[in-house]
């Protein structure tokens, strides 16, 4: 794919590199100016060559090419959260934990984790049993995470990712 501006090429790189990442995230990566960033990205979404998605709290970017499926795209969202992040990571390294369990491992307080987990059920990512009082949490297709988290490593920027699919791809080879 041909760019007229070498700055629209480096725009879209990063959004091919790192599905899901939003508007800030691309400006501290590319250090670009406000002005200059959101002119492009409209030139490139009216080009039908990116698109953007809101998923309540962010717009997120994805380039037209990728072929995400929807759900993917949601998944992306939230792993690009680091909290939701590390709660997914912990999830998939013990699935049932509680809302204690988990904000003791990932360090966010109770009622953090509580929305985020709350979150990850409405969109569908993880399930909640309860038990009594307290709720249990499992990943519903931990692979889909798992094969997220591996293709786009290097777009997270985060030693919890590495570690983990190290982790992941030690229990496959056995």
């Known amino acids: ?6 700055t629209r090429r480096r725009i879209y790189e990063q959004i091919k590199k790192s599905p899901g990442i939003h508007f800030r995230e691309l400006e501290r ?6 002005g200059n960033l959101q002119y492009h990205l409209q030139y490139l979404e009216k080009k039908n060559m990116i698109r953007a998605l809101n998923d309540g709290d962010y717009v997120r970017y994805f380039v037209k090419d990728r072929s995400l499926s929807e759900t993917e ?4 969202s ?10 997914l990571l912990q999830l998939l390294n013990n699935p049932g934990m ?12 109770p009622s953090t984790v509580s929305w985020n987990l709350n979150k990850l059920v409405e969109a569908g990512i993880i399930e909640r049993e309860k038990i009594g009082r307290i709720s249990k949490f499992t990943v519903i297709d931990p692979s889909a995470i798992a094969e997220l ?6 777009s997270f920027l985060d030693t919890l990712v590495d570690g983990f699919i190290e982790m992941w791809e030690f229990k496959d080879s056995k």
């Open 1 to 6: 794919m041909e760019f007229e501006l070498e």
């Open 29 to 34: 990566r590319l250090q670009m100016v406000v």
């Open 73 to 76: 795209r949601k998944i992306m």
């Open 78 to 87: 939230f792993l690009r959260r680091s909290g939701c992040r590390h709660i």
């Open 98 to 109: 509680n809302n204690k369990e988990i904000s003791q491992a990932v360090g966010l307080s």
């Open 149 to 154: 988290l591996i293709c786009y490593k290097e």
